[in-house]
């Protein structure tokens, strides 16, 4: 970046804890270490994460988001190239973020608003169902990047997804809707258990020389693992907003150190908890050092290690597409398994279903 030039400003609208690593707490940091500017906003203010066995704090609203919104305007100080947010817990928060973003966008036209719609998983919904009606009437044609699972994909567009062509199809339903970028974190794929599935699909012009050669659609197969950690699907969008702005036309690159970046943060953390990563138990002291190792691994997440690569798919077009069948095509030899990036990113989205707040 130039000197002088004013840095990309994200406006973060997550929760907040005093100890450990979710929401904000995973977002700022990675964010300023990637060269992005960080003004959060805390949906709640917690003790610590609600997986442990007890916490303090309180909820934001929506009136409270309105009000900073409007000292921020009045001070001319709404100028954000990106917005970011996680969990929203409350209907009438998640109507003063979609107030909010139509107001950021008469500020800064360009405004990339990357949301993680965090509803459900396995098949339920952890939020009331007015929450997931208002995320598809107002929230996804506000968006910019989607981050669903596999459940709130199918949530937002009614169907069901069970193969690769079944998800760009619904990656399609959502970009009509809005995004240009849409990313299935994590999708299970019949007669393979032992994985996770990621893809990625953008309207976005990608760079005919980047690595997959201009593709709009890319999948990643990863392992499952049974570490259990909190955090890490937020930690995973702020990586990906970081990398979408460094890497404008490389979706592939993008969704490969944010994939990076995440596994050596996760590499860290099961090296330092030990046997605590796949204890049963939640009390405390496990759910301490399960925490991120973010500070202790700021020099990955600026240079990640990029072990695993996203595999280019091609949609089928026409009535003799097969929608049950594997899917699109996928470059043999490339679609190799991230251990633990995408069960982090089910991991994360369990933790927020029995947490319902974080």
Not at 105 to 128: F, I, N, Q
Not at 234 to 239: I, S, T
Not at 256 to 267: C, H, I, S, T
Not at 309 to 314: A, G, K, T, V, Y
Request: with cysteine; hydrophobic share 45%; aromatic share 4%.
């Amino acid at each position: 970046m130039a000197s002088g030039e004013p840095l990309p400003r994200v406006l973060s609208v997550q929760s907040h804890v005093v100890h450990g690593y979710v929401g904000n707490k995973c977002a700022v940091f990675p964010l300023q270490v990637l060269g992005l500017e960080v003004d959060p906003i805390y949906s709640v203010q917690f003790s610590n994460h609600t997986g442990y066995p007890l916490f303090k704090g309180a909820v934001f609203d929506g009136e409270q988001l309105r009000a900073l919104a409007a000292g921020l305007e009045a001070n001319k100080l709404l100028n954000h190239t990106h917005l970011l947010t996680g969990y929203i817990g409350s209907l009438s928060l998640l109507e003063a973020i979609a107030d909010l973003c139509a107001m950021m966008k008469k500020h800064s036209p360009h405004l990339t608003y990357v949301c993680d719609p965090v509803l459900g998983d396995e098949g339920r919904l952890y939020v009331a169902r007015e929450l997931a009606d208002a995320y598809a009437a107002h929230i996804v044609p506000l968006a910019s990047v989607l981050v669903p699972n596999q459940f709130e994909a199918e949530t937002l567009t009614g169907g069901s997804i069970g193969s690769l062509q079944e998800a760009l199809e619904a990656c399609d339903k959502l970009h009509a809707r809005g995004p240009h970028t849409v990313i299935i974190t994590s999708m299970g794929l019949p007669g393979d258990p032992d994985a996770i599935t990621l893809v990625a699909s953008t309207r976005q012009p990608q760079d005919a020389g980047g690595r997959l050669g201009g593709a709009q659609a890319m999948c990643m197969r990863i392992d499952r693992i049974k570490a259990y950690f909190t955090g890490t699907g937020d930690l995973f969008a702020a990586l990906l907003l970081a990398w979408m702005h460094h890497h404008p036309a490389d979706l592939a690159m993008a969704v490969e150190k944010a994939v990076g970046g995440l596994q050596a943060v996760l590499a860290e953390t099961v090296r330092h908890c030990g046997a605590a990563a796949l204890a049963a138990e939640r009390t405390a002291e496990v759910c301490a050092l399960r925490e991120l190792r973010l500070i202790q691994c700021q020099g990955q997440l600026q240079d990640p290690p990029i072990k695993y690569r996203c595999s280019p798919l091609e949609r089928r077009q026409g009535p003799g597409a097969d929608a049950g069948a594997a899917g699109p095509a996928v470059k043999a030899g490339e679609a190799d398994a991230g251990e633990g990036q995408a069960q982090a990113q089910v991991q994360a989205q369990e933790e927020r279903a029995q947490a319902k707040v974080v």
